[in-house]
Structure formats: structure tokens, C-alpha cells
Nanobody, 119 residues
């Protein structure tokens, strides 16, 4: 059974940092693209960034570029989202997801983890 399990969310003050983890299991993700998304109350789900598991190539939404960093640990089958200089507008449920590199649709999703940034 394929599972993506996020952890690391919580409450942090503006300007602070959090690191989210996404533990992947149930299949080989070595050739997948791992993405991070977020959804704030009353808003649509928003792309945050992604990483190519094989090559480690990353790309980010403009709203987080320079503040967030995505990395992966092949040995632990885990992807990370390091979030620095957090702002209240970063408050959302954060999800990790996985897709094949040749398909735009994300096939697997985690259950999400809440991040709340207080002002």
C-alpha cells in the first residue's frame, strides 16, 4: 500500500522556521517527482514546490522562492520542506504528493499537516 505521511507541522511565530517531512512507502519513488502543496481556509490548493527524486532538481512557487527549500534523503525515502522566514500568509495545511515525471497529475497524496504562523 502506497503511503505518503507528512509530519512536522505546528504553530510558529512570524519569522520563524519549520521543517516538514514526507515519508514515502509502499513503492519505489526513485524516478518520481515529489511535490509540496498547501491549502489555506477558503482558498484553492496551491503549488509550493517540487523535487525530482532522481536528479534532485527543485523548483518553487514565486511566493516561497528564497524562503523554502525542498530536499530528499534517499536512504530514508523521505522528502523535506524547510520553511524559513515564515509569514502569516503561509498558514495552511501542507500536503506532499508524488507523480511520474511523464504525467502532470499527482497520483499519490498525503493526509496533510497543519502549519500556523502567528503574527
Amino acid at each position: 500500500q502506497v503511503q505518503l505521511v507528512e509530519s512536522g507541522g505546528g504553530l510558529v511565530q512570524a519569522g520563524g522556521s519549520l521543517r516538514l517531512s514526507c515519508a514515502a512507502s509502499g513503492r519505489t519513488f526513485s524516478n518520481y517527482v515529489m511535490g509540496w502543496f498547501r491549502q489555506a481556509p477558503g482558498k484553492e490548493r496551491e503549488f509550493v514546490g517540487a523535487i525530482s527524486w532522481t536528479f534532485g532538481i527543485t523548483y518553487y512557487a514565486d511566493s516561497v522562492k528564497g524562503r523554502f527549500t525542498i530536499s530528499r534523503d534517499n536512504a530514508k525515502n523521505t522528502v523535506y520542506l524547510q520553511m524559513n522566514s515564515l509569514k502569516p500568509e503561509d498558514t495552511a495545511v501542507y500536503y506532499c504528493a508524488a507523480r511520474r515525471p511523464d504525467i502532470k497529475t499527482y497520483e499519490y497524496w498525503g493526509q496533510g499537516t497543519q502549519v500556523t504562523v502567528s503574527s
